[in-house]
């Protein structure tokens, strides 16, 4: 068990700075296109079609697919566990909707706080492989203190300010959090068909989703805005996707080995120290980074030790 439990810390850490370095690349593509759902569109795009390229060629992806299909048929999977990619939309689209009212930190620690807070309701809930797992004070303290560190991270990061929409923050502030509690659902689902197919093919299945969900919006988007102007050719603004395909995969087998709420906490700290070694590649390492991300990995700590414990 120790030994699945330290794996499993490890692969959400590396699914954290994975999540980082994916937000860097597609961050600088929706800045190149002046539209930040584009750029997300045309990560999602890529990696679906590295998938299907993997698809044809792999007989085992394909056997695996085949079994999440006959899971659908004899109830095993319900439909409704193959839409984890909504929520990775959601979150795309929150983003634009919401960061140039509220900020980039009220957008960060809104999804944060949601994440968290409802990893523990879909642990105790059991909607993840690894099966049912108490809320315990334990718990909840790594749940706050994550939060508290990402807060703090947060909160030291300057920009733009937010401009004036006319609808109240407290409104605006719900759509990240919802986006938050998307995305422990999402973890959960996704490792339910990972645990019948593989992840490659719940992979598959969420980059699918996702992609839909995506390019309805940006119909709605393309209505009342220009299309991009120009498209960059830069190559590496295009390995959004590929980053993607790879954490995707590694959360659907992560969340059977830890649960969501540590795979939450480590994708967390695993970005912040990614972040953190980024910032100080440009020369702009801060005491407060430090510290945030000494708040999380002690978070971390609390919820692995609890876990291990049963909670007491």
């Given at each position: 068990m120790v030994g699945r439990n330290g794996l499993g810390l490890v692969?959400?850490?590396?699914?954290?700075?994975?999540?980082?370095?994916?937000?860097?690349?597609?961050?600088?593509?929706?800045?190149?296109?002046?539209?930040?759902?584009?750029?997300?569109?045309?990560?999602?795009?890529?990696?679906?079609?590295?998938?299907?390229?993997?698809?044809?060629?792999?007989?085992?992806?394909?056997?695996?697919?085949?079994?999440?299909?006959?899971?659908?048929?004899?109830?095993?999977?319900?439909?409704?566990?193959?839409?984890?990619?909504?929520?990775?939309?959601?979150?795309?689209a929150s983003q634009g909707l919401t960061i140039a009212a509220i900020g980039v930190t009220a957008f960060t620690v809104a999804v944060v706080a949601g994440q968290l807070l409802s990893s523990l309701v879909v642990d105790r809930l059991g909607l993840a492989p690894n099966g049912r797992t108490s809320i315990t004070p334990w718990r909840v303290v790594a749940a706050v203190l994550g939060i508290a560190g990402v807060f703090l991270s947060a909160g030291g990061n300057s920009g733009p300010a937010p401009a004036a929409t006319g609808v109240s923050d407290a409104l605006l502030i719900v759509l990240p959090a919802l986006a938050g509690i998307g995305l422990a659902w999402q973890q959960?689902?996704?490792?339910?068909?990972?645990?019948?197919?593989?992840?490659?093919?719940?992979?598959?299945?969420?980059?699918?989703?996702?992609?839909?969900?995506?390019?309805?919006?940006?119909?709605?988007?393309?209505?009342?805005?220009?299309?991009?102007a120009h498209f960059p050719t830069a190559p590496w603004l295009y390995l959004g996707g590929l980053i993607g395909v790879a954490f995707i995969a590694l959360a659907a087998v992560t969340v059977g080995l830890i649960g969501v709420l540590l795979l939450g906490l480590t994708s967390v700290a695993g970005q912040l120290v990614a972040a953190l070694l980024l910032d100080a590649a440009d020369g702009r390492l801060s005491a407060t980074a430090v510290l945030s991300c000494a708040i999380v990995l002690g978070a971390v700590v609390v919820a692995s030790r609890a876990t291990q414990t049963g909670g007491s």
């Open positions: 692969f959400g850490f590396c699914i954290g700075a994975g999540v980082a370095v994916q937000g860097r690349i597609n961050g600088a593509l929706g800045a190149e296109l002046g539209d930040g759902v584009a750029a997300a569109t045309i990560s999602f795009g890529t990696g679906l079609l590295v998938l299907l390229i993997a698809l044809a060629a792999s007989p085992a992806f394909r056997s695996g697919l085949a079994s999440v299909r006959t899971a659908v048929a004899d109830g095993t999977v319900r439909p409704w566990q193959l839409l984890g990619g909504l929520c990775g939309a959601f979150f795309v959960a689902v996704n490792g339910r068909v990972g645990a019948v197919g593989g992840p490659f093919p719940a992979t598959l299945i969420n980059f699918a989703v996702g992609l839909v969900a995506l390019c309805l919006f940006d119909v709605y988007t393309l209505l009342t805005a220009d299309f991009p």
